[in-house]
C-alpha cells in the first residue's frame, strides 16, 4: 500500500497528485506543479521532466490523466494519505520523534515529564487525553536526559538555592536537606524576571547606542563640513594674502621705476647742462689762446676783453655725489619686511597648528585623577602687564602681582582695569589646561574670563558678570562666583589653588593642593570663546600677592 501511495505522489510537491497530467517520458506530475517547472524552463526553449530529464520541442500539451484522477479520488475516500515529504524527516541536525519507528520524522516538541520528544502525529495525545494535561511541553531538545539526575535515575524538579544546581526529590531529603531549595519552575520564574530586567537594561543600552551611533555619524559629517569649509576658507585667505603681496612688490616695483626715470632724467638733465658749459668754456679758452699769440700792442690791447668780463670764473657746479647707495635702503626695508612677516607666520602658524591639533570629537579625556595627568596638560602662564591695575607690581617674569599703597604709572591702554586690582594672563587658554596658583593676603579671586570682560564700572570685577568664574579665597572658607551668584565650598585650605580647564568640554574645575590635590568645585558649562586666566588681588599692602607657579 505504501508503494501505492508513492506511486500516485508527485515527485515535485511529494503530495498526492491534484489534477494528475502524465507528460510524454510517463512521468506524472501535479498539473500546476508540472506547469510552474516548465514556466521556469520558457526562458531555455527546452522543457524536460523533473525525473528522467527527458527534454521536449515544443512545449508539450498538458491533459489531465483520468485515470490517475480517479484511482486518487478513490485512495483519498479511504482515508489513505501520501507519504511524508522528505523534508519532515529528521535529519542531522534535528530532533527526532522518539516513538516513531523505521525512518524518523522530525519532532514538533519535547515533553519535560516524559523526557521524550514527538512528531506531530506522536504529540496529538498530549493534546486529546486529560491524562498528559499537566505535561510541560517545550522545544524540542536534545538534552532531556540532562534533567534525570545521575546518582538517583530520577527527573531533576528542584533547583537548590545554596549550591546554585538542579537536584531530585531523593537529592532533597539526602545531601541537600536544611539548604534553600524551591521548584526548578520558581527558580526559572525569578529568573526569568531577573532576565527581563536584564533584557530592558540591554535594549535601552542598545537604543543609547544606536543614538551615540547616529550622533557619532552627524560628528563625522559635521568634521567633514567643517574641515572642507575651513580648507577653503584657508586656501581663499592665503590667496588675498599672497594677492596682497604680489599688489605690493608690484605697487614697489612701479615706484621703483619711477623714481628711477625721475632721478636719471634730472641726472642726464644736469649732465647736459654740464656738458653745455664745457663747449662754451672751451671755446673761450681758444680765443684768449688766439689773442696770447697777438704781438701787435695795439691789436692785442683792442681785442683784450674788459677787466669784468677777464675777472669772471665759471661756475661750479657744485655736484655733491652721495656714496653709492640708491635703492640698497629699499631692498634693507623689504627684508626687514620680510624678516617680520616670517616672524608673524612662525608664531601665527604656532597659533593655527595647536588650534588645529585641539580639535577634539566629543569624546573628550577623563579629567586626571593623578600628578602625571594634571603635569600632562600644564601650561606656564605670564601676566600682561597692559591689564594690570595700576597699583599691581608685576615680577618674577610676569608671573607674580604683588599689591602696593602707590600707583606704578602705567601707560594708559584700553585693556587696563581701572577700577579694580585685577589682572589677565598674556596667554588665550582653549583645549584642556591645568596651571596652579601660589597665593597670600586676606583674599584673593583665581579667575578665568573671557577677553572682551569689560575693563572699567562694577560689571568689571571677576565672578560679577556672565564673562567670568571666580574662586574666592580667604584664610578659612572658599567662595565660586558666577554672574554676581556665590556658592560655598567646603575643603582643606590651602595656599596653593590648581585649575583645571576643559574647554571643549566645558569643565572648569579648581583643586586644593598640598602633598594631594582635593577637588573643591567643579563646573560644567559651555564656553564660547577663549578663555585667559585672572587675579584680583585684595589686602595689605605689600603683602597680598598672588604667583603662577611653576610646574615640575
Same mark, same amino acid.
Given at each position: 500500500?505504501?508503494?501505492?501511495?508513492?506511486?500516485?505522489?508527485?515527485?515535485? !510537491? +511529494?503530495?498526492? +497528485?491534484?489534477?494528475?497530467?502524465?507528460?510524454?517520458?510517463?512521468?506524472?506530475?501535479?498539473?500546476?506543479?508540472?506547469?510552474?517547472?516548465?514556466?521556469?524552463?520558457?526562458?531555455?526553449?527546452?522543457?524536460?521532466?523533473?525525473?528522467? @530529464?527527458?527534454?521536449?520541442?515544443?512545449?508539450?500539451?498538458?491533459?489531465?490523466?483520468?485515470?490517475?484522477?480517479?484511482?486518487?479520488?478513490?485512495?483519498?475516500?479511504?482515508?489513505?494519505?501520501?507519504?511524508?515529504?522528505?523534508?519532515?524527516?529528521?535529519?542531522?541536525?534535528?530532533?527526532?520523534?522518539?516513538?516513531?519507528?523505521?525512518?524518523?520524522?522530525?519532532?514538533?516538541?519535547?515533553?519535560?515529564?516524559?523526557?521524550?520528544?514527538?512528531?506531530?502525529?506522536?504529540?496529538?495525545?498530549?493534546?486529546?487525553?486529560?491524562?498528559? @494535561?499537566?505535561?510541560?511541553?517545550?522545544?524540542?531538545?536534545?538534552?532531556?536526559?540532562?534533567?534525570?539526575?545521575?546518582?538517583?535515575?530520577?527527573?531533576?524538579?528542584?533547583?537548590?538555592?545554596?549550591?546554585?544546581?538542579?537536584? !531530585?526529590?531523593?537529592?532533597?531529603?539526602?545531601?541537600?536537606?536544611?539548604?534553600?531549595?524551591?521548584?526548578?519552575?520558581?527558580?526559572?520564574?525569578?529568573?526569568?524576571?531577573?532576565?527581563?530586567?536584564? @533584557?530592558?537594561?540591554?535594549?535601552?543600552?542598545?537604543?543609547?547606542?544606536?543614538?551615540?551611533?547616529?550622533?557619532?555619524?552627524?560628528?563625522?559629517?559635521?568634521?567633514?563640513? %567643517?574641515?572642507?569649509?575651513?580648507?577653503?576658507?584657508?586656501?581663499?585667505?592665503?590667496?588675498?594674502?599672497?594677492?596682497?603681496?604680489? *599688489?605690493?612688490?608690484?605697487?614697489?616695483?612701479?615706484?621703483?621705476?619711477?623714481?628711477?626715470?625721475?632721478?636719471?632724467?634730472?641726472?642726464?638733465?644736469?649732465?647736459?647742462?654740464?656738458?653745455?658749459?664745457?663747449?662754451?668754456?672751451?671755446?673761450?679758452?681758444?680765443?684768449?689762446?688766439?689773442?696770447?699769440?697777438?704781438?701787435?700792442?695795439?691789436?692785442?690791447?683792442?681785442?683784450?676783453?674788459?677787466?669784468?668780463?677777464?675777472?669772471? %670764473?665759471?661756475?661750479?657746479?657744485?655736484?655733491?655725489?652721495?656714496?653709492?647707495?640708491?635703492?640698497?635702503?629699499?631692498?634693507?626695508?623689504?627684508?626687514?619686511?620680510?624678516?617680520? +612677516?616670517?616672524?608673524?607666520?612662525?608664531?601665527?602658524?604656532?597659533?593655527?597648528?595647536?588650534?588645529?591639533?585641539?580639535?577634539?570629537?566629543?569624546?573628550?579625556?577623563?579629567?586626571?585623577?593623578?600628578?602625571?595627568?594634571?603635569?600632562?596638560?600644564?601650561?606656564?602662564?605670564?601676566?600682561?602687564?597692559?591689564?594690570?591695575?595700576?597699583?599691581?607690581?608685576?615680577?618674577?617674569?610676569?608671573? *607674580?602681582?604683588?599689591?602696593?599703597?602707590?600707583?606704578?604709572?602705567?601707560?594708559?591702554?584700553?585693556?587696563?582695569?581701572?577700577?579694580? !586690582?585685577?589682572?589677565?594672563?598674556?596667554?588665550?587658554?582653549?583645549?584642556?589646561?591645568?596651571?596652579?596658583?601660589?597665593?597670600?593676603?586676606?583674599?584673593?579671586?583665581?579667575?578665568?574670563?573671557?577677553?572682551?570682560?569689560?575693563?572699567?564700572?562694577?560689571?568689571?570685577?571677576?565672578?560679577?558678570?556672565?564673562?567670568?568664574?571666580?574662586?574666592?579665597?580667604?584664610?578659612?572658607?572658599?567662595?565660586?562666583?558666577?554672574?554676581?551668584?556665590?556658592?560655598?565650598?567646603?575643603?582643606?585650605?590651602?595656599?596653593?589653588?590648581?585649575?583645571?580647564?576643559?574647554?571643549?568640554?566645558?569643565?572648569?574645575?579648581?583643586?586644593?593642593?598640598?602633598?594631594?590635590?582635593?577637588?573643591?568645585?567643579?563646573?560644567?558649562?559651555?564656553?564660547?570663546?577663549?578663555?585667559?586666566?585672572? +587675579?584680583?588681588?585684595?589686602?595689605?599692602?605689600?603683602?597680598?600677592?598672588?604667583?603662577?607657579?611653576?610646574?615640575?
Amino acid at each position: 500500500m505504501e508503494q501505492q501511495v508513492q506511486f500516485i505522489s508527485c515527485s515535485i !510537491c +511529494l503530495d498526492l +497528485l491534484k489534477d494528475p497530467v502524465t507528460i510524454p517520458c510517463g512521468h506524472s506530475y501535479c498539473l500546476s506543479c508540472i506547469e510552474a517547472h516548465w514556466d521556469e524552463e520558457d526562458r531555455k526553449g527546452i522543457h524536460s521532466c523533473p525525473q528522467c @530529464r527527458k527534454t521536449f520541442m515544443p512545449r508539450p500539451v498538458l491533459v489531465k490523466n483520468t485515470m490517475l484522477a480517479a484511482l486518487v479520488e478513490e485512495l483519498m475516500k479511504t482515508g489513505l494519505q501520501a507519504a511524508p515529504a522528505d523534508h519532515c524527516y529528521a535529519g542531522a541536525e534535528d530532533v527526532a520523534c522518539d516513538v516513531c519507528a523505521g525512518r524518523k520524522l522530525k519532532a514538533v516538541k519535547s515533553c519535560l515529564f516524559c523526557l521524550a520528544s514527538y512528531c506531530e502525529n506522536h504529540l496529538q495525545p498530549h493534546y486529546d487525553s486529560a491524562t498528559f @494535561r499537566k505535561h510541560k511541553l517545550v522545544e524540542p531538545s536534545r538534552n532531556l536526559q540532562e534533567n534525570i539526575c545521575s546518582r538517583h535515575d530520577e527527573v531533576m524538579k528542584m533547583f537548590c538555592r545554596t549550591d546554585q544546581n538542579l537536584i !531530585c526529590i531523593h537529592c532533597l531529603m539526602d545531601e541537600h536537606r536544611g539548604h534553600d531549595t524551591v521548584s526548578a519552575a520558581a527558580e526559572r520564574t525569578e529568573r526569568q524576571r531577573e532576565l527581563e530586567v536584564r @533584557r530592558e537594561t540591554i535594549q535601552q543600552e542598545i537604543q543609547d547606542r544606536e543614538q551615540d551611533v547616529e550622533l557619532l555619524q552627524q560628528e563625522v559629517e559635521a568634521i567633514n563640513q %567643517s574641515a572642507d569649509k575651513t580648507v577653503e576658507d584657508g586656501e581663499e585667505i592665503f590667496t588675498q594674502l599672497i594677492r596682497l603681496i604680489q *599688489k605690493r612688490s608690484s605697487d614697489m616695483k612701479q615706484q621703483i621705476r619711477t623714481q628711477q626715470e625721475t632721478e636719471v632724467r634730472r641726472v642726464l638733465e644736469l649732465q647736459e647742462k654740464l656738458e653745455q658749459e664745457i663747449t662754451e668754456l672751451k671755446r673761450e679758452d681758444a680765443e684768449l689762446k688766439q689773442l696770447s699769440h697777438v704781438e701787435d700792442p695795439n691789436q692785442f690791447l683792442h681785442n683784450y676783453p674788459s677787466a669784468s668780463a677777464l675777472g669772471e %670764473s665759471p661756475n661750479s657746479s657744485g655736484i655733491n655725489i652721495r656714496p653709492l647707495r640708491y635703492f640698497e635702503d629699499v631692498t634693507a626695508a623689504v627684508l626687514e619686511l620680510r624678516d617680520k +612677516l616670517q616672524d608673524t607666520l612662525r608664531d601665527t602658524w604656532t597659533n593655527i597648528s595647536q588650534t588645529v591639533s585641539e580639535v577634539e570629537v566629543l569624546l573628550s579625556e577623563p579629567e586626571p585623577k593623578s600628578t602625571a595627568g594634571f603635569l600632562k596638560h600644564s601650561c606656564e602662564l605670564t601676566l600682561d602687564p597692559n591689564t594690570a591695575y595700576a597699583q599691581l607690581l608685576l615680577s618674577e617674569g610676569n608671573r *607674580k602681582a604683588t599689591l602696593t599703597e602707590f600707583s606704578l604709572r602705567y601707560a594708559d591702554h584700553p585693556d587696563r582695569f581701572t577700577d579694580y !586690582c585685577q589682572v589677565l594672563s598674556r596667554e588665550s587658554l582653549t583645549g584642556r589646561c591645568y596651571w596652579e596658583v601660589e597665593w597670600r593676603g586676606t583674599q584673593i579671586f583665581i579667575a578665568v574670563t573671557y577677553k572682551d570682560i569689560n575693563r572699567v564700572g562694577n560689571g568689571c570685577q571677576f565672578g560679577f558678570n556672565d564673562k567670568s568664574w571666580a574662586l574666592r579665597c580667604c584664610q578659612n572658607s572658599y567662595e565660586l562666583w558666577y554672574n554676581k551668584v556665590s556658592t560655598s565650598i567646603p575643603g582643606p585650605c590651602s595656599s596653593r589653588i590648581g585649575v583645571y580647564l576643559d574647554h571643549r568640554a566645558g569643565v572648569l574645575s579648581f583643586y586644593s593642593v598640598s602633598e594631594t590635590r582635593t577637588l573643591l568645585h567643579r563646573v560644567q558649562t559651555t564656553f564660547t570663546q577663549p578663555l585667559h586666566a585672572g +587675579l584680583w588681588i585684595d589686602g595689605a599692602f605689600d603683602f597680598a600677592n598672588a604667583e603662577f607657579f611653576k610646574l615640575k
